[in-house]
């Protein structure tokens, strides 16, 4: 099947082919029509499948017919980071260069006469978080009862960063005939929740099964030792094989990131670094590096592990284990994209058992190991549920009945719990650890609700090209 079979219009498939694309990924196929007869959509696939493209280019055909009016904008996409909504913009000016639509992006770095400008002259396509859309909700210069589509993208980083009570006030505040598609790459309880309340007998379309790796990455954990330095030196050895030819590393922590992005450009790697404390024009000079070959390795925060597109990755390392499961699965779907095969390894140290345990359970598959790996990570079996030890099993049994005319022995009061050893003396080194690590802007895990490491975004309007 082609896109042409697709029944999209002649310019829209003049732009697609002019992309270099030929043929539909398989959530595109299933989505595109699905949407062009008017219905509501849940959508669940991997990263890199091309999930943006199967809502962008039949809105473009939708919205073709139809003029903009003056703060109320006919199309809604909500997006919970500003790459990710810049991210979207770049495909709508991409595919509708032939098309006449205007398009408005709500990110940081410009300021409220801007915005009014743009809405005072209407748009076709707003794309924003929730927080500034809301936001200009309350000043009064935006009308939202215009809406006819709404796209919500990326739905469990949007409950991971705490918008969902943001995405149901502001579905509220729309018509209640609109149409509704709703994206994401995994489907956790809040959000199946979320779809039956604002979604009309949706159509849902499972590329694969929630939670999945793409099988065109191998997946390894390699054991790594517990000292900083020392697993530093093992990442420089990682990164110098010669099949490594781009690649993102990923840490849990800003400071991390630009502790180590630092080190390794010490040691001679052309390395940049992307977290939340950066500017916005910092972190989108940083990537147009990569994707410019500038740099070889990227350092980066969880700001980049959600629905960018960056071709030609590799590999990805995990440096530090993600501390919700969830956020592998976006971490290492920055690789294997668009049918390319790619790499994703993971540095593991003992303290990290529970988190790769995390993970085999929502994926329900084993990440193959290194014989490095210590023994405390042990293997989970597949399936969603990790079975009890035998040893636990036993001893959780209730003790067997005593045979028929034996008396059975008083019962004695247990012993008292041994009291709890006092905790080792933390060494210079682990003290200051302990200092910076809730210190450096990083939400300890469960993130608390809010707009995450982001911060709350401004408003962009990027015209489209006639």
Known sequence: ???????????????????????????????????????????????????????????????????????????????????????????????????????????????????????????????????????????????????????????????????????????????????????????????????????????????????????????????????????????????????????????????????LCQSLKRHGFRAGQIHGDMEQADRLKELERFRAGEVDVLVASDVAARGLDIKGVSHVINFDVPWHPDDYIHRIGRTGRAGARGVAITLVTPDDAEAVAAIERLTGQSIPRDPTVPPAVEAAPSGRRRRRRKGAAAAAAPAPAPPTGVASAPATAAPPPPAAAAPAPLTPGARRARRRGRGDGNPAPPPAPGFGEFGPPDFLTVPLRG
């Not at 007998?201 to 997946?219: G, L, S, Y």
């Open 1 to 259: 099947m082609g896109f042409s079979d697709l029944l999209l219009s002649e310019p829209l498939l003049k732009a697609v082919a002019e992309a270099g694309y030929r043929d539909p990924t398989p959530i595109q196929a299933a989505a595109i029509p699905a949407i062009l007869m008017g219905k509501d959509v849940v959508g669940i696939a991997q990263t890199g499948t091309g999930k943006t493209a199967s809502f962008v280019l039949p809105m473009i055909d939708i919205l073709s017919v139809g003029r903009a009016r003056a703060r109320m904008p006919r199309s809604l996409i909500l997006e919970p980071t500003r790459e990710l909504a810049a991210q979207v913009a770049e495909n709508f000016e991409k595919y509708g260069k032939y098309h006449r639509l205007s398009m408005a992006l709500l990110i940081g770095g410009v300021g409220f006469a801007d915005q009014d400008r743009a809405l005072e002259k209407g748009v076709d396509v707003l794309i924003a978080t929730p927080g500034r859309l809301i936001d200009q909700h309350e000043r009064g210069r935006l009308l939202l009862t215009g809406i006819e589509i709404l796209v919500i993208d990326e739905a469990d980083r949007m409950l991971d960063m705490g918008f969902i009570p943001d995405v149901e006030r502001i579905c509220a505040l729309l018509r209640p005939d609109r149409q509704t598609l709703l994206f994401s790459a995994t489907m956790p309880p809040e959000i199946e929740r979320l779809a039956s309340r604002f979604l009309k007998e949706p159509k849902r379309i499972e590329v694969a099964r929630p939670a999945t790796a793409n099988a065109d990455i191998a997946q390894r954990l390699v054991g790594a030792p517990a000292a900083p330095h020392e697993k530093r030196a093992l990442l420089r050895e990682l990164l110098r094989a010669p099949e490594v030819q781009t690649a993102i590393v990923f840490c849990n922590r800003k400071t991390t990131v630009r502790e």
